[in-house]
């Protein structure tokens, strides 16, 4: 990856294991990716943000090269990520998470603000903020067609989805989600996730607390309600900036990486000029 060697590995949790990499050298930035999706998403921003940081990536439970876990260990997202924390031996990183994942790295900052530098929430999932009738509609068509073709037809569903209609737009994008999410084995769709309630579960009503630098971005292109949903995060998060990406969907870092990654550097405090696409 331009000179930066890659490592990576896995690391044990509770009735399973996450599967990770590492690259480049500098303040550590982890990258959290959306539901059904894996750490491929952030391929085209990695080795430029590897430039200046120790960029990580990993599947979240259930997800890409951590599907496979025990369905009868209850766990929490935030548990996994702050033991990959721990496991990489990083005290303090800053957090980067798209949609599901912006909800990861949003409950893992209200559960532990002392482990996070900045956080970034990108075209970022918000409870509490209803969704859109179209994009609801396209929800109820995945759970539809999960109870009549099974979890093969639900990943056909899924991106088929409103969230992705810009993405899909271009064939090299929607080959790329196809491949994603053909790894997604369907559990949240089949009721067979053992996640359980935590603390932070209502993330909206603690928006206030966050001490965090907070940088906000979204897509344009994205969906009514997650536009919704960036406007209250950096309404109500103490000194939040919202940054909107111009022609970009719900899947901001593979739509338009160069406007993206710079908008990154900027959230982390990088030099100028050192944000361009790798």
């Not at 550590?28 to 430029?48: A, E, K, S």
């Not at 870092?253 to 900027?266: H, K, V, Y």
């Not at 990088?270 to 944000?275: E, K, V």
């Amino acid at each position: 990856m331009r000179g930066n060697p890659v490592r990576a590995g896995r690391c044990d949790v509770d009735g399973g294991s996450l599967a990770w990499q590492v690259v480049g050298d500098g303040p550590p930035v982890v990258l959290v990716h959306g539901f059904g999706l894996d750490r491929r998403m952030w391929d085209d921003i990695t080795p430029g943000l590897a430039r200046d940081h120790t960029v990580v990536s990993y599947d979240c439970r259930g997800f890409g090269a951590s599907a496979q876990f025990d369905h009868t260990t209850g766990y929490a997202h935030t548990d996994d990520l702050l033991t990959l924390l721990a496991h990489l031996g990083m005290k303090r990183a800053a957090l980067v998470g798209l949609s599901f994942g912006g909800g990861v790295v949003l409950k893992t900052t209200l559960r532990a603000p002392e482990s996070v530098t900045h956080l970034v929430l990108v075209d970022a999932v918000l409870g509490g903020v209803p969704w859109d009738e179209e994009s609801s509609r396209a929800s109820d068509a995945v759970d539809l067609a999960v109870r009549d073709g099974g979890v093969t037809a639900g990943r056909r569903a899924w991106c088929a989805h409103s969230l992705f209609t810009p993405a899909n737009e271009r064939p090299d994008l929607a080959a790329r989600l196809v491949e994603m999410v053909e790894g997604y084995p369907g559990h949240h769709w089949l009721g067979a996730d053992p996640h359980r309630p935590e603390r932070g579960d209502r993330p909206i009503d603690m928006l206030h607390t966050i001490t965090a630098p907070t940088t906000v971005i979204v897509g344009d292109r994205d969906v009514p309600c997650f536009v919704e949903m960036a406007a209250a995060l950096a309404r109500d998060i103490p000194g939040a900036r919202l940054v909107t990406i111009p022609g970009a969907g719900h899947v901001t870092p593979m739509e338009a990486p160069t406007a993206f990654l710079r908008a990154l550097g900027e959230a982390l405090g990088d030099p100028p000029g050192d944000a361009v696409e790798g």
